[in-house]
C-alpha cells in the first residue's frame, strides 16, 4: 500500500518537529539561567550596621553600612563578587572633645563557595581581597590620621532567587592588614570589621 503522506508533508512535518524541539531546549536553558543554576548574573545593593573588633572596637560605635555588589554564577557552585563597600563608624575615644567620625570607602573582590544543589534558596561562605580609605572626619588632635589599608573579607550569607529578584541576609567580617589610622591613639590596634546586611537585587 502506497502512502498517503506527500514528500513534502513529510518534510514539513520534521522541519516543525526539529523547530519544536529546539524552541523546548532553548526555553529549558532559558529557565536554567533564571533559576540561578548557570550563568547566573545578579546586581544587588547592601545595607546594614557594622563595627570594629579588637582594640579597635574600644574606640567605635556602631554605624551604618552600605555597597552595591555585582555577582557572576558561572557554577551553581561557585561564585564571584566585586564590589563597593562604605561605613561611617563614631569615633569615642574621651581625650577628644568632640566626637569625630570615621567614614570608610573601599573595594574587593570575593570568591563564593556555595552547595550544587541548592538555587532558590543558596547558603554561601566566601573570601577575597580589598582595599579602602579611612576618611577620619572631625577634630582628632593628632591622635587619628586618614589612611588606606588593604583587608581580608571573610563573608557568610544566604541568598534567595526567585525569577528576576534576589535578596538576601549576610555578614562580613573583614581582617585589616593596616590600621595607620589608630597607630597614635592606641597601642593595641589589633582589629578587624564586622558588619550586617540584607541584599537587594535583580537577576539577569
Given at each position: 500500500m502506497r502512502s498517503s503522506m506527500h514528500p513534502r508533508g513529510t518534510r514539513a512535518a520534521t522541519l516543525a518537529l526539529a523547530f519544536a524541539t529546539l524552541g523546548t531546549a532553548g526555553s529549558a536553558a532559558a529557565q536554567e539561567r533564571r533559576d540561578g543554576k548557570r550563568g547566573d548574573l545578579n546586581?544587588?545593593?547592601r545595607g546594614g550596621v557594622g563595627d570594629y573588633t579588637g582594640g579597635l572596637g574600644d574606640l567605635t560605635s556602631t554605624g551604618p553600612a552600605w555597597g552595591v555588589t555585582l555577582n557572576i554564577q558561572p557554577t551553581t557552585f561557585l561564585g564571584f563578587e566585586v564590589g563597593y563597600e562604605g561605613s561611617r563608624n563614631g569615633l569615642t575615644d574621651s581625650r577628644l572633645l568632640e566626637q569625630p567620625s570615621l567614614v570608610r570607602q573601599g573595594g574587593s573582590a570575593l570568591v563564593k563557595v556555595s552547595p550544587p544543589f541548592l538555587t532558590t534558596v543558596r547558603p554561601f561562605v566566601g573570601a577575597g581581597l580589598g582595599v579602602s580609605h579611612m576618611n577620619v572626619r572631625g577634630p582628632v588632635e593628632d591622635l587619628y590620621q586618614s589612611d588606606?589599608?588593604?583587608?581580608?573579607?571573610?563573608a557568610a550569607g544566604v541568598e534567595f532567587n526567585r525569577g528576576a529578584l534576589t535578596a538576601g541576609i549576610r555578614t562580613t567580617y573583614r581582617v585589616l592588614l593596616s590600621e595607620g589610622w589608630a597607630d597614635r591613639a592606641v597601642e593595641d590596634t589589633h582589629g578587624g570589621l564586622l558588619d550586617a546586611s540584607l541584599t537587594l537585587g535583580a537577576r539577569f
Open positions: 546586581v544587588f545593593l588606606t589599608m588593604p583587608e581580608v573579607p571573610l
